[in-house]
């Protein structure tokens, strides 16, 4: 069944087990946007080992939370970009690209999404807009889900409120967990070559440019390998779709389709109807001629997409 899945749906494959390796908003300007990124702006008065926070620009405020092994660097274009209308939160995770992971084996994805709702009290933010990439999306679902005194709105960017679901609409929590450990060995097993060979034949289903796809592996492989394990096999263990109906938060869920090497639309859209269907109000939309990196592959109309969702 593993196979034969991955097999039928390379994008739906590579969205699962790459869930966000790092790519920067334009492909052509990787190195770009790193060399001409702002000095960090820590928040004064928050710490912690489970993600830091880069602050600019000034106005109603935007958290923006990357994926599985990103770097915040994947939101740095569309940060400086939104700077001049919004104080931007980037928010970086630990163990991710480079960055120290202190936690062994232990749980990623709960004790983070109750660091963000510190940062956000901390810094006494006022119902922010979350964006969230893949496994940040699934963030800013659970973080609004269980805080949702603290979430003005969410963008779920190319992201499923249970990412085990691509197996199938049958597939259930438990019934994931074999797949996850799988999927949780697959991150510790390799060595450093076998495992740079596996996150480049992944990120081809994931975005278009081949320097979007460098860039991606390149955090990869700087991330630390127990953190991968351990996000990944919470990401795929953790179903936030019974929670939906009660939400109330609004929520957008943007999402990729592509014709050429991607999910064709129809089965995007099938797929995202089916696993929103409990959230009333869910703003769907579809972006065509793009992988899993949205902001990447189609960055003009990305950008737009985020115009409106924070004016609504």
């Not at 790092?22 to 928050?46: E, K, L, R, W, Y």
């Not at 991330?223 to 939400?247: C, E, K, N, Y």
């Not at 902001?295 to 969702?309: C, G, K, N, S, Y």
Request: with cysteine; proline share 7%.
């Amino acid at each position: 069944m593993l196979n034969a899945f991955f097999e039928a749906r390379p994008r739906l494959r590579a969205a699962l087990f790459g869930l966000a390796v790092c790519a920067p908003s334009f492909a052509v300007g990787v190195g770009q946007a790193i060399a001409q990124a702002p000095n960090a702006v820590a928040a004064p008065a928050f710490a912690s080992d489970r993600l830091s926070v880069e602050v600019i620009g000034s106005g109603p405020d935007v958290i923006l939370i990357p994926g599985f092994a990103s770097s915040r660097e994947v939101w740095r274009v569309e940060a400086n970009r939104l700077k001049a209308t919004h104080r931007v939160h980037l928010v970086q995770l630990s163990g991710f690209a480079g960055q120290p992971w202190t936690h062994g084996d232990g749980p990623f994805v709960a004790p983070m999404i109750e660091e963000l709702a510190r940062y956000i009290r901390d810094a006494g933010l006022e119902k922010p807009a979350v964006i969230g990439h893949s496994m940040g999306g699934l963030s800013g679902i659970l973080l609004a889900q269980g805080h949702p005194d603290l979430v003005g709105k969410v963008m779920s960017v190319d992201s499923l409120p249970f990412f085990s679901a691509l197996f199938g609409p049958q597939v259930t929590v438990e019934a994931a967990r074999p797949f996850a450990e799988q999927a949780a060995q697959s991150m510790l097993n390799p060595d450093a070559d076998a495992f740079r060979a596996g996150q480049a034949q992944s990120s081809v289903g994931l975005a278009r440019a081949p320097a979007t796809r460098t860039a991606m592996v390149d955090w990869s492989m700087a991330s630390d390998r127990q953190a991968l394990a351990s996000a990944i096999r919470d990401v795929m263990t953790t179903d936030a779709r019974p929670a939906l109906s009660t939400m109330t938060t609004p929520v957008w869920a943007v999402y990729a389709a592509d014709a050429n090497g991607g999910a064709p639309a129809p089965m995007a859209d099938a797929m995202w109807t089916r696993e929103y269907a409990g959230l009333p109000g869910v703003h769907l939309e579809r972006v065509d001629d793009s992988r899993h990196f949205i902001m990447a592959d189609q960055p003009e109309r990305f950008a737009a997409i985020v115009d409106r969702f924070l004016q609504e």
